[in-house]
T-cell receptor, first 114, second 112 residues
Framework: ETGVTQTPRHLVMGMTNKKSLKCEQH?????MYWYKQSAKKPLELMFV???????ENNSVPSRFSPECPNSSHLFLHLHTLQPEDSALYLC?????????????FGPGTRLTVL | GESVGLHLPTLSVQEGDNSIINCAYS??????FIWYKQESGKGPQFIID?????DKRQGQRVTVLLNKTVKHLSLQIAATQPGDSAVYFC???????????FGKGITLSVRP
């Protein structure tokens, strides 16, 4: 285990639903990340939080809304998603925001939008 | 635009043989590179990294080679084992406050 947990592991939702993905890290890290991993495409960074402050929003549509209540927890709120949003959503954490810091990934949430 | 890519989508090797996975990058300003391994049902796992002031770095059974002249990165796995079967991808970085750019990934399949 990497010390980063994600729930749920699988999620199927309709385009009108509202759901949330949860990530928790037990590593004492100060930076947390959301990535999207689509089939046959590179990992795409979505959001970065450093010491609970959002430092990166990689042009993500507003139907994805992140929340970071503390350095250990990260949420991704989903609403009115599209079928093309179906992907594996990965959470990661690192000591702090820097690409030189090793990122530890959770197992991901497999999202299917119908 | 800048991109990071992998030459081959799949690689099949015999157990016990050495594996070489290649990655091309196009951003000459990149100064830090990472190899990740992703097993089925799991998130990516850091394997090894290298900074641009080095051309080789060794870990346990793995070696990363960096050729800045041709912007090429490779991962060598010695004595490949069934547990090495996974998707491998490289990532590059151009600075401490920049995001990592990831490659698409190559599947390594180890034949018993």
């Amino acid at each position: 285990e990497t010390g980063v947990t994600q729930t749920p592991r699988h999620l199927v939702m309709g385009m009108t639903n509202k759901k949330s993905l949860k990530c928790e890290q037990h590593l004492g890290h100060n930076a947390m990340y959301w990535y999207k991993q689509s089939a046959k495409k590179p990992l795409e960074l979505m959001f970065v939080y450093n010491f609970k402050e959002q430092t990166e929003n990689n042009s993500v549509p507003s139907r994805f809304s992140p929340e970071c209540p503390n350095s250990s927890h990260l949420f991704l709120h989903l609403h009115t998603l599209q079928p093309e949003d179906s992907a594996l959503y990965l959470c990661a954490s690192s000591q702090q925001w820097s690409s030189y810091n090793e990122q530890f990934f959770g197992p991901g949430t497999r999202l299917t939008v119908l | 635009g800048e991109s990071v890519g992998l030459h081959l989508p799949t690689l099949s090797v015999q157990e016990g043989d050495n594996s070489i996975i290649n990655c091309a990058y196009s951003n000459s300003a990149s100064d830090y590179f990472i190899w990740y391994k992703q097993e089925s049902g799991k998130g990516p796992q850091f394997i090894i990294d290298i900074r641009s002031n080095m051309d080789k770095r060794q870990g346990q059974r793995v070696t990363v080679l960096l050729n800045k002249t041709v912007k090429h990165l490779s991962l060598q796995i010695a004595a490949t084992q069934p547990g090495d079967s996974a998707v491998y991808f490289c990532a590059e970085n151009t600075g401490a406050n920049s995001k990592l750019t990831f490659g698409k990934g190559i599947t390594l399949s180890v034949r018993p």
